[in-house]
């Protein structure tokens, strides 16, 4: 029975246009919750950041999420936020969601590069897909354009994690609810 759905937003190094040499895009924040499929109660609202080991945090970046260098560099490895995930946040039997398909790929992609394994056994869903169908857009917007035409709150800070997977959450939930009608 699916109980709950871990909904996740990553946050990672970029840049205004290509990365340095020698640097490569990865994870510097993984925001996540819980989403109770039967009360639609969103709790667990959580950051793990995570220290950069193969590029550093841009002042692109800073503006963009708030994360400074120090903050990251502050972070845990990338495997120990891996066993977070699996060991405090139960992922290998949970299903979880993210707002488009990029972190879905950005965390495999990195798990692979970096010789991991991969967290999540479950089923990916796509709240972006999900939204997009549920409001009959013919193009997908963006989390925030999307709370807009919901009718709901931006809460916190758009980019940043934690408050994006807050956000994701609430258009999961007014998505179940819609489903239940």
């Given amino acids: 029975m699916l109980e709950k759905i871990l909904v996740l937003d990553l946050e990672c190094t970029c ?10 895009q990865e994870i510097i924040e993984i925001g996540l919750c819980m989403l ?37 560099n502050k972070g845990v ?18 299903i979880w969601a ?17 010789g991991f394994a991969y967290p999540f056994k479950q089923t990916h869903l796509n709240v972006k897909v999900l939204s997009s169908l549920m409001l009959g857009l013919k193009r997908p917007l963006g989390m925030d354009g999307t709370l807009q035409k919901m009718g709901l709150p931006l809460e916190g800070i758009h980019h940043r994690g934690a408050d994006d997977a807050w956000n994701i959450a609430l258009i999961l939930k007014h998505i179940l609810l819609k489903w239940r009608t």
């Fill in 36 to 72: 109770d499929t039967f009360t639609l109660e969103r709790s667990q609202k959580h950051s793990i950041m995570v220290k950069p080991e193969r590029s550093a945090v841009s002042a692109f970046c800073t503006q963009l999420t708030t994360i400074t260098p120090e903050e990251a």
């Fill in 98 to 114: 993210s707002f488009g398909d990029f972190d879905r790929k950005q965390l495999e992609c990195q798990c692979r590069d970096m």
């Fill in 15 to 24: 840049w205004e246009k290509q990365p340095p040499d020698g640097q490569t």
């Fill in 77 to 94: 490895p990338f495997s120990e936020a891996l066993h977070i995930l699996t060991t405090e946040f139960g992922a290998a039997a949970t």
